[in-house]
């Protein structure tokens, strides 16, 4: 008799904010391991905003999630029992099984995590896609040179936190956007210059002025809508916009206007570049080498907010659209 | 006594669409040009979208015109007197002295034109600040492979008539947006595969996705508004969005609406990138000759739409905002 799992799937296609009616609750008995499989058991599984945008039946970058199927996404577990080579039990491993307890899988589609000192939870954080999405995004799109002025949205998410700390170490004078003032707190403990709260600053253009009064040369976009028009409007000449998210806008029903000042593209000479992860996958070793001793120099340092239990993973995601999560969003499970 | 010269200065500074009355004629005596200086008289002078800004009380790229003052740009002339044993009577000279039939002027601040087989007003039009933008600008920006599909916008002006050539020359497929039927026959007669008039095809969106089913590579964006919408929504992953100019804006009075679907940067991995023509002097001398040697071998071709005398200089400006000029448009002094 298999191992029984808990797993959520998608029930409805969210319309507008997604809400826990969207999600269920589903049980099911795993199989055995077959030849070159290994059953696993999940101990930490993530919630991202880019899985909203695979909850529309539209084509993108990953196909659209199923209606009546498990929700997939990163997750880092332990080998209970392996028939492959690669892998015995205790081993811990990565996969995109998450939104369950437990699974059988090939080998061959688990990464072994190494064994080190961080937590295996990082390898979903500030070591994983949301570390390597800042990484990679602000080095080859926002081209950061010291002394420069950087403007980083939705700054103490898993990306904005790690893109804050990374400017810093490059050199870089940081400006940071946030929605409750505890991030804005803890943006500022790890040396900061200035943190806006969007949510009470009043007027955002004049709140980010006044906190780099000679404009902007990088702008790391997570929010979109009235941040990206703010950039816009301060960016100097030649300057660069990675654009990495806008999760303000995710939950749209209708279009909704875009930049009314995006002509400054043109005189100003700004790039505007979108990107995912996947695009630098050239850079995974370099990533590796550098967040490794950046975190063992205490030069990166990361916050989790983590919900228990996975009947609470849609709770988990769905406070990534209402600032419910400061840093990195995990359900730990088991 | 000095030679007589009419010139236009700017009388008022434009709210919304420029008008006539935003312009005066003057008349001046030009002075004796003194030691390093040269006497000139223009031959051609040109008008180009982008002076709409400088119309404009407010810090760009190139400083405001002044009520009052003639105004400035790209003109063609022969010298009539030097002081200077650079240039010698006869000479032909391009300069920033537009807008007035002649002028005394440092040597240095004058360029002296090749002799040549192309005429002298084609160094306001293929072989100078138009050709150099759309060369450099597609080129550089829009990094075109064969095989690729290009939508030009403005595609019988000035710049994107040279931009659809180049496009074909690169092997590329071509979609153009005009504004007239004439200016679609001549864009077919330069080989460009498909040409959507935009006043009359219906829906924008439906009519470029018709002509580009697969999707675009690259837009080469001249106008702003609507067409930069209908870009970022058939724009392929990767895609190349090269930022000249939006002169469908430049006259609003209220910031519009920005594109409805900017969100698509980052999901299609687009890059979207303004430019000024001054920021790639660095391709100069590839551009003459490059740009000769296609005109020599009829791969380029231009239309030139011309006003005759000073006076009617700003009647040729203000046909750049109404579609009134097909190709290059000049004016033709003395």
Redesign the interface.
Known sequence: MGMRSKEIRLKSRPIGTPAAKDFELAEITLPDPGAGEALVKNLWMSVDPYMR?RMYDRA??VPPFQIGEALQGGAVGEVVASNDPALKPGDLVQSMFGWREGFVAPAASLQKLPSGNAPPQAYLGVLGMPGMTAYSGFLRLGEPKPGEVVFVSGAAGAVGSVVCQIAKIKGCEVVASVGADDKAAWLKGRGVDHVVNYKTCGDLLTAVRAAAPKGIDIYFDNV?GEH??VALELAR?FGRFV????IS?YNNTE??????????????????????VT?FMDMQQQFFADMSQWIAEGRIAWEETVEHGIENAPTAFLKLFSGGNTGKMLVKLG
């Not at 654009?243 to 806008?246: T, V």
């Not at 279009?255 to 995912?276: A, C, D, E, H, W």
């Open positions: 945008g993108s970058y979109g990206l028009e000449p654009e990495c998210g806008m806008q279009p909704t206007p875009g930049p009314r000042n995006i002509i400054y593209v043109v005189g100003k000479s700004l790039r505007i570049q979108g990107f995912i695009n």
